[in-house]
């Protein structure tokens, strides 16, 4: 049986431990905390952190294979590593282009893969010569996730929120449509589509809202959405599952957001939506089995769940009751002892074929179901 390693104890690693029930494999995984929701789901835990050399390296010796929840992971340990003969998934050299957003837009721009324009600053000082960029949004190159590590400015005066570290200013985008498209790549290259998702944010937290599967979009920009998200993954040259988030603008332009080399928040319905959940997928790629099939059973919504303004300490789920006589939801929760504001403690996906009973069931559960702390 293959050992195969997951950086990351969190709720990706824990969904992809549900997915590996099904496959003959040995799992590990590598948190910092013991009561991470993957400690319990896993054949090994491993206490360590991700991010020292020494901890990846000594947990990844000896496995067949290694996968990621999360980019902030030690790259040079994942190098030594690949050298020695463990696959990585992603490969190092994609995950270094995508880790730090700098080198990413970098890599959209030689690769000539439309991007929002941008200019690197290497301080908040950097910002005062930059007033004519403005509206931008402000990206720290690493170390940002779930919008933090992205502040928009839209006056000079929005300055003193940028970031005092190497960061990129981007072009504000008039939105539209934010998409996201999740992608399985084999390690001979084979590369398969889900259908693109339509993800609703929340201004206020700069954090998503809920979304929509399959994105309601016409034929071309379907084809576009697609063209695009299939060159990003095909450049990048790594087996793996990525996911690629993109802008339509008010002009019909598509352009590239991010990219995630791992399974993905927009992801998290394909786990009853799809034929093949995103999960299900990775451990058909690293296991080197065929790939799943990608397509929708049914469309679907996703609500996050995440930890209400105010509340912060042993999570309890008021309105739980009430969601799980919802016939057509399906409740995820993550299995994290603490709540605090904004924190992702679960989501629920909804399934039906009508759009508005996908919308009035997602805001039902947003409304209805709420992290408090005891
Ligand atoms: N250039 C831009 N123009 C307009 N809005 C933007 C721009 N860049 C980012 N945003 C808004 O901010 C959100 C978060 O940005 P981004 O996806 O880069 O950050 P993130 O922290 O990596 O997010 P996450 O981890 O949630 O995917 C975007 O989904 C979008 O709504
Ligand atoms: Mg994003």
Redesign the pocket.
Same mark, same amino acid.
């Given at each position: 049986m293959k050992k195969v390693g997951i950086l990351g104890g969190g709720q990706l690693g824990r969904m992809l431990l549900q997915a590996a029930a099904n496959y003959p494999v040995e799992t590990f995984v590598m948190e910092n905390d013991s009561e991470c929701p993957a400690a319990n789901l896993c054949h090994h835990f491993a206490k360590g952190d991700i991010t020292k050399f020494e901890d990846v390296y000594a947990f990844g010796k000896g496995l067949d294979a290694l996968t990621i929840e999360i980019e902030s992971v030690n790259e040079a340990a994942l190098e030594k590593l690949e050298a020695e003969g463990v696959l990585i998934y992603p490969k190092p050299a994609a995950l270094k282009i995508i880790k730090n %957003?700098i080198l990413q837009k970098q890599f959209y721009k030689a690769q000539e893969i439309p991007t929002?324009e941008f200019v690197v600053t290497t301080s908040r000082e950097a910002l005062l010569q930059l007033t004519d960029f403005l509206p /931008? /949004?402000h990206?720290i190159g690493l170390g $940002?996730?779930? $919008? %933090? $590590?992205?502040e928009?400015l839209r006056t000079s005066e929005d300055f003193s929120r940028g970031f005092d570290a190497p960061a990129i200013l981007? %072009? +504000?985008?008039t939105?539209k449509k934010?998409i996201a498209v999740i992608i399985a790549v084999s390690n001979s290259g084979e590369i398969r589509l889900y259908p693109p998702v339509d993800?609703v944010?929340d201004?206020r937290l *700069? +954090? +998503?809202d809920y979304q929509i599967s399959p994105a309601d979009l016409p034929q071309n920009l379907l084809w576009k959405v697609e063209a695009i998200a299939r060159k990003v993954v095909k450049d990048l040259q790594s087996p793996g599952i990525f996911a690629v988030?993109l802008?339509i603008d008010d002009k019909d332009n598509v352009l590239v957001?991010?990219t /995630?080399p791992r399974v993905h *928040?927009s992801g998290h319905h394909t786990i009853e939506a799809n034929y093949c959940s995103q999960f299900d997928m990775l451990w058909r790629i690293i296991l080197g089995y065929p790939l799943g099939n990608t397509n929708h059973i049914f469309p679907a919504a996703i609500v996050n769940l995440l930890g209400a303004d105010g509340f912060t300490g042993p999570a309890y789920y008021e309105g739980l009751q009430e969601v799980l006589q919802i016939e057509n939801a399906f409740v995820h929760i993550y299995g994290k002892k603490e709540t605090k504001p904004g924190r992702k403690m679960g989501h629920v996906t909804i399934l039906s074929r009508e759009k508005q009973e996908l919308i009035h069931q997602a805001n039902r559960v947003k409304f209805g179901l709420i992290v408090k702390s005891q």
């Open positions: %957003k929002s /931008a /949004a990206k $940002g996730y779930d $919008g %933090k $590590g992205v928009l981007e %072009k +504000l985008v939105i934010e993800m944010f201004s *700069n +954090l +998503l988030e802008f957001n991010e /995630a *928040n």
